[in-house]
């Protein structure tokens, strides 16, 4: 483990943790509350001055709020900024570390491949499949994510001829549109908490798709609307 963080590890109260690695954060069962807020809030402060492994921290902060449940509620955003994340960042990593024991992750990977599976998969058994398959491949982060996007969005349709060519486009839309909604529902834990003006922002980013759902709303009730042949 390099020095900076073998010297933030040392400022953590050794009662409450069991074991630390470059992927995460093992913490004693039993801790109460206000212990656990005084070690979120002081492992956010000091991760804040470090500019190397910001990764490892952000494992140990997700590894804390998994930890934590529902206690951080309200207070994830001044967790995040006195760490020097993004709000967003900090809410994966807890979700992905929720998903992903500490014992369960592969030291060969990186911790943005164990990020890309527990975000995209909520079952044990498919998060050991998909870590296994990138050890075992030597997938990189960018491939991972391919990967996983064909798997989300479902096999492709079977060129049926010359006419096949012309549906490329429409398929590949809806291969794209299966893996954000699968996408948006393994990440319910995350959006769920999103305030108001996140909520607010998210829709102004989402207007295209916003437009797309109220088109093809209109479209169908159009032919709903068409009078039957008598």
């Given at each position: 483990m390099?020095?900076?963080?073998?010297?933030?590890?040392?400022?953590?109260p050794?009662?409450?943790?069991?074991?630390?690695?470059?992927?995460?954060l093992?913490?004693?069962?039993?801790m109460?509350t206000?212990?656990?807020?005084?070690?979120?809030?002081?492992?956010?402060?000091?991760?804040?001055?470090?500019?190397?492994?910001?990764?490892?921290?952000?494992?140990?902060?997700?590894?804390?709020?998994?930890?934590?449940?529902?206690?951080?509620?309200?207070?994830?955003?001044?967790?995040?900024?006195a760490?020097?994340?993004d709000?967003?960042t900090?809410?994966?990593?807890?979700?992905?570390?929720?998903?992903?024991?500490v014992?369960?992750?592969?030291?060969?990977?990186?911790?943005?491949?164990?990020?890309?599976?527990?975000?995209?998969?909520?079952?044990?058994?498919e998060?050991k499949s998909?870590?296994?398959?990138?050890?075992?491949?030597?997938?990189?982060?960018?491939?991972l994510?391919k990967?996983?996007?064909?798997?989300?969005?479902?096999?492709?349709?079977p060129?049926?001829?010359?006419?096949?060519?012309?549906?490329?486009?429409?398929?590949?839309?809806?291969?794209?549109?299966?893996?954000?909604?699968?996408?948006?529902?393994?990440?319910?834990?995350?959006?769920?908490?999103?305030?108001?003006?996140?909520?607010?922002?998210?829709?102004?980013?989402?207007?295209?798709?916003?437009?797309?759902?109220?088109e093809?709303?209109?479209?169908?009730?159009?032919?709903?609307n068409?009078?039957?042949?008598?």
């Amino acid at each position: 483990m390099p020095a900076d963080l073998k010297s933030l590890l040392s400022g953590l109260p050794q009662t409450h943790v069991q074991e630390a690695s470059r992927l995460g954060l093992a913490l004693k069962p039993g801790m109460d509350t206000e212990s656990w807020s005084k070690l979120v809030a002081g492992l956010a402060q000091v991760a804040g001055r470090l500019s190397r492994d910001r990764d490892t921290v952000t494992a140990w902060l997700g590894d804390l709020l998994a930890y934590g449940g529902g206690k951080y509620r309200g207070q994830i955003t001044e967790y995040a900024m006195a760490a020097g994340l993004d709000p967003g960042t900090l809410r994966i990593a807890k979700l992905v570390c929720s998903r992903i024991p500490v014992l369960s992750r592969l030291n060969t990977l990186s911790w943005t491949h164990h990020c890309e599976v527990g975000k995209a998969f909520k079952a044990p058994a498919e998060i050991k499949s998909w870590l296994s398959l990138a050890e075992r491949e030597g997938l990189s982060v960018r491939e991972l994510r391919k990967r996983i996007r064909q798997h989300l969005a479902g096999p492709t349709s079977p060129d049926s001829g010359p006419a096949a060519a012309s549906n490329v486009a429409p398929f590949a839309l809806f291969r794209e549109l299966r893996a954000v909604c699968r996408f948006v529902e393994n990440h319910a834990e995350v959006w769920q908490e999103w305030s108001p003006e996140t909520c607010e922002l998210a829709l102004s980013e989402l207007q295209p798709i916003v437009g797309f759902i109220e088109e093809m709303k209109t479209r169908t009730a159009g032919r709903r609307n068409l009078p039957m042949a008598g």
